[in-house]
């Protein structure tokens, strides 16, 4: 070191060191970057990606639904003319239903009960070992086949191949002044399959409905390509005659154990809140208002 280094002050050496700092490497900008950066940025990108998921998934579903429609038409005109000629009655009905974010629609699909099953304002869901299905209609539900023409709606861009089941817009009145919150359902497009419907059985009460709809929100929260595929060679193994509890332990989408989680959570609330009401686990299927499926 020279005298003339040793001489100078040591704050002009702290400068000359605070200098080198004006030039940080690129392992520093990135260092620096991620510190600066918010606490909740991985759930804001999360979400983003999802919103831009869904954005992309209409269109893709459009493009599916069509090729799917053109694919199995061969099989949707057998199967209408199998119910026609079995049957008195039209082979494909339509029915209003509620969609994305309260917009109705004419759904499709084939006819598995007797013509005029329901009387007028006297709507009711579907119940095990049902009169008013048709043999040929019991197949058809066991195997899903009677959702196949559902695939226009999924064409025209009203409904998704995957997403929470449509209902008709007076049973959502109902449903909604007995379920908290049920028009959240209604934040995404209707699907041909679902989350709920892989877990669950068809509703025949209200409380089905309301563990539906515990599911429905838990889709909407996952929501993803990969779910979305699963979901998808669920059903299409189902279609098959394959059992449903087979099916759900193949493609892991059994969320059973968070449905019971959410119910007792409920089960709680309801307590603390009021604790003369019944918990809606002590309510028998019997006791509960029946609206139709």
């Keep these: 070191m020279s005298l003339t280094e040793i001489s100078r002050p040591a704050s002009s050496r702290m400068d000359s060191g605070q200098s080198l700092s004006h030039h940080p490497t690129d392992s520093m900008r990135r260092r620096n970057n991620r510190e600066q950066q918010p606490k909740g940025i991985t759930t804001q990108q999360k979400l983003h990606q999802r919103d831009d998921y869904m954005r992309r998934k209409a269109s893709l579903d459009r493009i599916i639904g069509f090729l799917l429609l053109v694919f199995t038409s061969p099989l949707i005109l057998l199967l209408a003319a199998i119910v026609k000629c079995t049957s008195k009655g039209p082979a494909v009905y339509r029915q209003t239903r509620v969609g994305k974010d309260g917009q109705t629609f004419e759904l499709l699909k084939l006819r598995s009960m007797v013509r005029n099953a329901e009387k007028p304002g006297q709507p009711v869901w579907c119940s095990t070992n049902d009169l008013r299905v048709t043999r040929v209609g019991r197949v058809l539900r066991k195997l899903h086949l009677d959702e196949l023409p559902q695939l226009w709606n999924v064409a025209k861009g009203e409904m998704s191949l995957v997403g ?120 028998q299927p019997s006791e509960s208002p029946r609206f139709p499926r």
């Design 164 to 283: 929470p089941r449509p209902e008709r817009p007076e049973i959502c009145v109902n449903l909604a002044d007995e379920i908290v919150n049920y028009h959240d359902r209604h934040r995404v497009m209707p699907g041909i399959t679902g989350l709920a419907q892989i877990n669950l059985p068809a509703d025949q009460t209200i409380e089905d409905v309301r563990r539906k709809q515990i599911l429905d929100l838990r889709y909407i929260e996952e929501e993803n390509i990969w779910l979305d595929l699963r979901m998808i060679a669920a059903t299409a193994i189902r279609m098959l005659g394959i059992s449903g509890e087979v099916v759900i332990s193949l493609t892991r989408l059994s969320r059973r154990e968070y449905l019971n989680e959410q119910l007792a959570s409920q089960c709680r609330n309801q307590q603390k809140n009021s604790a003369g009401q019944r918990s809606f686990e002590s309510v």
